[in-house]
């Protein structure tokens, strides 16, 4: 296997990926596919013709599944500030003839400002998504742009973001363009320490949000892998938090009048304190990740 650049056949089509890549890149050439489960869900909520944006796009395995979606006549515009992600994302797009979305060498943030994105060793396996942004320190200077800055259309049906911990600053930097459109939002939330507000700020703008727990493994995944990659389940962190192995905190966060789609791991959340992290909520969640597991 090649240390370089990789070109597989994947289910929404070419990916060009990175060997060392530990997440994406490894399930793109293990399942050919990558949380399917939720591409799922944006499925439930976009047509063609629609807008939607996906930040923290990565290499594109989403943003190309949201863009067959919505097809030539809508539009995706994608964010992502890791400059040789970005690279692959634009490549990606490409590779695919897919000329309708807009690709940007930008973080999303709160308001308009420079942010620092650390580089990335392409020599050493590791999660090449998982890099979050700062405000100062080493790493290569990007430019972070609030959401209503740099958005321009007229109409806006979702908006996915895997930020790394800036998920509340890519909503206040977007509050008008939210309250204008309320599109429905994908938005990862796995830090307990900004899960409360995020959740406050999301209330007072009108979402009803919902747990998405979706499991890495899909049992029909594009290149028919039986076996996980990963195993399923919490996993201990002391001082009362647990983490996650084999599936993703998300949440997905619906404007008045727009139902939950009838995919499994979604359960409304109960309160701006909860978390799936937290030891004492174990009761709520346990259940709900056992039933998906399936494997």
């Known amino acids: 296997m090649s240390d370089g650049n990789q070109l597989s056949p994947c289910r929404h089509g070419r990916m060009l990926h990175h060997a060392k890549d530990a997440v994406i890149g490894r399930s793109l050439d293990y399942y050919g596919e990558y949380f399917e489960s939720e591409v799922e869900v944006f499925r439930h909520y976009l047509n063609p013709g629609d807008v939607a944006v996906d930040a923290g796009a990565n290499i594109g395995s989403h943003t190309l599944a949201m863009a067959r979606m919505v097809g030539a006549g809508g539009k995706v515009l994608a964010f992502e500030p890791q400059r040789v992600v970005f690279q692959m994302l634009c490549a990606n797009m490409a590779l695919n003839d897919v000329t309708w979305v807009d690709c940007h060498w930008m973080a999303l943030a709160a308001d308009d400002g420079d942010v620092w994105v650390p580089e990335l060793d392409l020599r050493v396996a590791a999660n090449h998504g998982g890099v979050a942004v700062t405000h100062g320190g080493d790493g290569q200077r990007v430019a972070g742009r609030a959401l209503d800055t740099v958005f321009h259309g007229d109409r806006l049906k979702l908006v996915k973001a895997d930020v790394e911990g800036m998920e509340l600053a890519l909503v206040l930097g977007g509050a008008e363009t939210l309250g204008r459109f309320q599109p429905v939002l994908y938005l990862e939330n796995d830090r307990i ?103």
């Open 193 to 295: 320490e900004h899960s409360p507000s995020l959740l406050s700020v999301l209330r007072g703008m009108g979402y009803a949000c919902h747990w998405h727990l979706p499991l890495f493994h899909n049992p029909a995944n594009f290149n028919g892998r039986e076996a996980p990659l990963h195993p399923c389940g919490f996993t201990e962190q002391g001082d009362g938090r647990l983490g996650s192995i084999g599936f993703a905190v998300n949440m997905l966060c619906l404007p008045d009048g727009v139902s939950p789609p009838p995919v499994p791991g979604l359960l409304a959340v109960a309160d701006d304190e909860e978390h799936p992290y937290w030891r004492h909520c174990l009761p709520r969640f346990a259940p709900l990740v056992a039933q998906m597991r399936g494997c």
